[in-house]
């Protein structure tokens, strides 16, 4: 109590009402194992690309560092990679943007986190549909919001209702976040599901529609479908949140983006120049070369994530009481589990997922920290070999534990 009470003098309210990303968490808790001696353990628990960066991404970056590319630039990015983030939008989507409607940021969740602290004044709330990525909710506090949750299962497809949605809308929702493609689920929205969503938000001309749009070339099936498609006359209230960290196996060089009306880039470039002055110089030309790449150079990748998704997928239908959708986009399962969490008498899926990475060295997600307990999140971008040991794992422990529920 006397550290807590500490901490209320030291720190703000906004941090410590937050708490660390629960994926670094697990990734640091399989680390300790291997740390320890545990040769065995595997996670499947980080969404990281399964692939190295494009041989152009690492040759421009070199040639960048080469000739001296180490100053700063301008606070929204250099006019190189905003025209190639335009020319991207034109070619994989026949939109059209202006140089003035671009911010380049230090990573999508970069993207999201200015886009919230430039809307949000206290308590104003955003909406999300849950299953959501894990960071949404702690990013809208630490911009003084609310968080507010739309429940989506997997039992219908992970698509909101209007019921549920306009139950939850009210006079202080400033935003809606979609994700397309959809970590963690790997689903997309329907036709139907886009032009309810968008009939809804027409009633409610004040509300900022935020797409996370991370995932959208890693799709093998029909091409996922935006909120823009149905509805472009939400354009002028409608932000694109997005960057090369997972198309272009680019994780570690930060650059993202948003595509917003010129009058919230104004916004973005004054948050961004009293933060972070402006994105890394060396990054930026490197995600230049990515961008200009046609989706085609993708397609060995993306078929390759298929195999490994359907792979999974195939294994967790061995095990008894799992469901599980098959997606066609991103490299994530997402099980549903609270059968057998509830057949071995634990408390929860955190309590399911910790046990595993104790006795099984397996580490994954459980999904109440994406707002849907009772799931699993599955990393499928790994090598094949590596899923089959992870699979076996998992359908081990499940045999070992209906034979010593009794223990619990």
Request: with cysteine.
């Given at each position: 109590m006397q550290i807590q009470e500490n901490h209320k003098k030291?720190?703000?309210?906004?941090?410590?009402?937050?708490?660390g990303s629960k994926t670094a968490e697990m990734a640091a808790r399989a680390a300790s194992l291997v740390k320890a001696g545990h040769t065995d353990v595997i996670s499947l628990a980080v969404g990281e690309p399964g692939f190295h960066s494009p041989y152009e991404v690492k040759e421009a970056a070199k040639k960048a560092i080469d000739e001296n590319r180490t100053q700063y630039t301008p606070v929204d990015g250099i006019v190189e990679l905003k025209e190639a983030i335009i020319k991207r939008y034109q070619r994989d989507y026949g939109m059209s943007f202006l140089a003035s409607e671009v911010c380049v940021t230090t990573g999508a969740k970069h993207s999201l986190y200015n886009i919230f602290n430039c809307i949000l004044n206290p308590n104003d709330e955003v909406i999300f549909f849950s299953p959501f990525w894990t960071s949404y909710p702690d990013m809208v506090r630490l911009a003084n919001g609310k968080a507010v949750i739309v429940e989506t299962t997997h039992r219908d497809h992970f698509q909101p209702q209007e019921k549920v949605l306009r139950a939850k809308l009210s006079a202080q929702t400033r935003a809606v976040v979609l994700n397309i493609p959809h970590n963690p689920t790997g689903a997309t929205y329907s036709k139907q599901t886009l032009e309810m969503i968008?009939?809804?938000l027409c009633e409610y001309p004040d509300i900022?529609?935020?797409?996370?749009?991370?995932y959208d070339m890693l799709y093998?099936?029909?091409?996922?479908?935006?909120l823009l498609d149905v509805a472009p006359e939400l354009r002028s209230r409608y932000a694109i949140a997005n960057g090369v960290s997972k198309s272009y196996a680019m994780a570690?060089?930060?650059?993202?983006?948003?595509?917003?009306?010129?009058?919230?880039?104004?916004?973005?470039?004054r948050y961004q120049s009293q933060s972070?002055?402006?994105?890394?110089?060396?990054?930026?030309y490197a995600a230049i070369e990515?961008?200009?790449?046609p989706r085609a150079t993708l397609t060995p990748q993306l078929k390759i994530y298929q195999e490994r998704v359907n792979f999974c997928y195939q294994k967790l239908m061995q095990i008894p009481n799992i469901d599980c959708l098959l997606p066609e986009t991103t490299f994530y399962l997402f099980p549903y589990v609270q059968p057998i969490i509830e057949a071995f008498g634990f408390k929860d899926d955190m309590a399911f997922c910790l046990h595993l990475l104790e006795t099984k060295h397996l580490v994954l997600m459980?999904?109440?920290v994406f707002g849907a307990p009772g799931y699993l999140r599955l990393s499928c971008a790994d090598e094949v070999a590596v899923l089959g040991e992870a699979m076996k794992h998992l359908s081990d422990y499940v045999q070992q534990v209906s034979v010593d529920a009794s223990y619990f």
């Open positions: 030291r720190f703000s309210e906004r941090v410590l009402n937050v708490e968008a009939r809804v900022w529609v935020i797409s996370d749009d991370i093998w099936g029909d091409k996922p479908l935006t570690g060089w930060r650059i993202g983006y948003v595509i917003a009306p010129d009058d919230m880039i104004v916004m973005l470039k972070m002055s402006c994105p890394c110089s060396i990054s930026q990515a961008l200009n790449l459980p999904g109440s």
